[in-house]
């Protein structure tokens, strides 16, 4: 963040600045951002499923995968982290995965 020494830059300062550079197609750049989010504060599942769809958007699936997981572990009723694990089996081909995540999220039928 521009002119901020990084110290002093919040948790959520960190996850607004990934949520403008990911509506800008900045993928690689948000994910950074909510990395030092998770740094900051690494109880929060939200910095994670956010870090999780920069990876999708990126192509790679198994960090998508890891920071899903770990957003469950957080939190296990996150809708965002199961649909977003769902997508990354679908992804991978694990069909069978991808069913059973989404059903999970309420999202299947």
Same mark, same amino acid.
């Given at each position: 963040?521009?002119?901020?020494?990084?110290?002093?830059?919040?948790?959520?300062?960190?996850?607004?600045?990934?949520?403008? +550079?990911? +509506?800008?197609?900045? %993928?690689?750049?948000?994910?950074?951002? %909510?990395?030092?989010?998770?740094?900051?504060?690494p109880?929060?599942?939200?910095?994670?499923?956010?870090?999780?769809?920069?990876?999708?958007?990126?192509?790679?699936?198994?960090?998508?995968?890891?920071?899903?997981?770990?957003?469950?572990?957080?939190?296990?009723?996150?809708?965002?982290?199961?649909?977003? +694990?769902?997508?990354?089996?679908?992804?991978?081909?694990n %069909?069978?995965?991808?069913?059973?995540?989404?059903?999970?999220?309420?999202?299947?039928?």
């Open positions: 963040m521009a002119g901020s020494p990084e110290k002093s830059v919040s948790a959520q300062e960190w996850k607004e600045q990934g949520n403008r +550079l990911f +509506l800008s197609r900045k %993928y690689q750049e948000s994910a950074a951002c %909510y990395s030092k989010a998770i740094k900051r504060n109880s929060v599942s939200v910095y994670y499923t956010n870090r999780a769809l920069c990876h999708v958007k990126l192509q790679q699936h198994d960090k998508a995968l890891a920071d899903c997981k770990q957003a469950l572990e957080l939190d296990p009723q996150s809708v965002k982290a199961l649909f977003f +694990l769902g997508q990354c089996h679908l992804e991978m081909e %069909y069978d995965e991808a069913i059973g995540n989404l059903q999970r999220g309420g999202l299947g039928t």
